[in-house]
Each structure stands twice: as C-alpha cells, then as structure tokens.
C-alpha cells in the first residue's frame, strides 16, 4: 500500500513563495501526482512527475526524489486564487490508475 | 466539452434509505473512479472500472456498497441501506484511455448526507 504525509494546512502571503511537502511509502512507484481542489470544487490535474528532479509550469513547479520518497509542490508569485488544497498521491507499481489520496494541504493566501 | 456529470448534487436521506449516485463520463474516456472525500480520511478511492468492467472493488467498505457501469456512458453507486457514516461527498472521474499521466477529470460530486 502507500503512505503518505503532507502537512494539513499553511499559511502564506499574496505575492511570495510557498513550498509544499510531500513524503511517501509505497510498495512500488509508479509516478506521483498533484492536483490542487478549491473549497467546495472538484479537484484538478496539476502535475506527474515520474522521474527525479524539478518540473515547472507557470508559476507551479513540481520536483520529485524516489530515492527520499518525497516531493514537493512550489508555488511562486502566490495569489488569492492559489488559497486551495493541495493533494498529493502515489500510485502503486503495476496499479497506475489506483490513485489514492490522502487529506491535502490546506493552503489559505492571505493579502 | 461536457465534462464528467454527477447526479444528484446533494442528497438527504434518513438512515435505511438506499441511496443512488449516478455518473456520466467524459466520452471517449474508458476508465471510470468513484472515490469518497470526507475530512477525517481525505479522499479514497473505491473502485475502479475499465471498459465498463470492474477492475478493484477493494476500497468499497462493505457489502452495502455496489457500483455497476452498464455502459461506456453511465455508471452509478448504490448504498443500500445507508448509514449516517456514509455522509461524505462522492466523486465520480474519468481518465483517458492508454497509459500516461493518468490525469483523472473530476466531476463536481454528490454530497450525501445520511440523517
């Protein structure tokens, strides 16, 4: 099975930097996923990573270390907008449509 | 592009009562997940078909839970009898077919609640 732990929420402020964390365990790898849900909505797709290092798209990137078993979501140039829940999971080896996710990261922006 | 669509919005319903949660996939999309969020356990998934057939039931709680999918376009959840711990917000997503990044579209989910 997998295990995962993220902080339950944060705090930060419009216009800086917010680093999210991410640590898994799981029996197999089969990439790792973001997705982001605001209050009351269904969550989004915002990013897989599968292979170590830092991927960035727009203001979000998203960097991955298998051999820690952790991640980390970077959100630059914070808006008011960004204030969501960030969910991270981790498929199992040989079960890659079996995303499981845990409780998120509550993130609140604030002026 | 219709996305994926979720009947009813919200339920309420006493204890006993059967509940069924209905889902309409993305067309083209072969996978179809019902998962269920409430903020104690985060957001689980409970079973999983493709190309209409189920593939892993192991998340369904127990047997007063059943999920068919007659179609490519139709699939629903059925809760008989309800319980006041089944109060939760239900998802319905799809994913495209192949293996890639396995991106699941959401539907805006079912928010039950059991009295």
């Known amino acids: 099975g997998q295990n995962i732990d993220q902080p339950t929420e944060m705090t930060a402020t419009e216009g800086a930097i917010v680093q999210i964390n991410c640590t898994y365990q799981?029996?197999?790898?089969?990439?790792l996923f973001w997705y982001q849900q605001h209050a009351g909505e269904a969550p989004t797709f915002l990013s897989y990573?599968?292979?170590?290092g830092l991927e960035e798209k727009g203001r979000f990137s998203s960097f991955l270390s298998r051999s820690k078993g952790y991640s980390y979501l970077l959100l630059k140039e914070l808006q008011m907008k960004d204030s969501a829940s960030y969910l991270c999971?981790?498929?199992?080896?040989?079960?890659?449509?079996?995303?499981?996710f845990g409780t998120g990261t509550k993130l609140q922006v604030i002026p | 592009d219709a996305g994926v669509i979720q009947s009813p919005r919200h339920e309420v319903t006493e204890m006993g009562q059967e509940v069924t949660l209905r889902c309409k996939p993305i067309s083209g999309h072969n996978s179809l997940f019902w998962y269920r969020q409430t903020m104690m356990r985060g957001l689980e998934l409970l079973i999983y078909?493709?190309?209409?057939?189920?593939?892993?039931d192991s998340g369904m709680p127990e047997d007063r839970f059943s999920a068919k999918m007659p179609n490519a376009s139709f699939s629903t959840l059925k809760i008989q009898p309800s319980e006041p711990r089944d109060s939760a917000v239900y998802f319905c997503a799809s994913q495209t077919p192949g293996v890639g990044t396995g991106e699941l579209f959401f539907g805006e989910g079912s928010r039950l609640t059991v009295l």
């Open positions: 799981t029996s197999g790898f089969n990439g």
């Open positions: 078909f493709n190309n209409n057939v189920p593939i892993d």
């Open positions: 999971a981790v498929p199992p080896r040989g079960g890659y449509q079996k995303v499981t």
């Open positions: 990573n599968v292979l170590d």
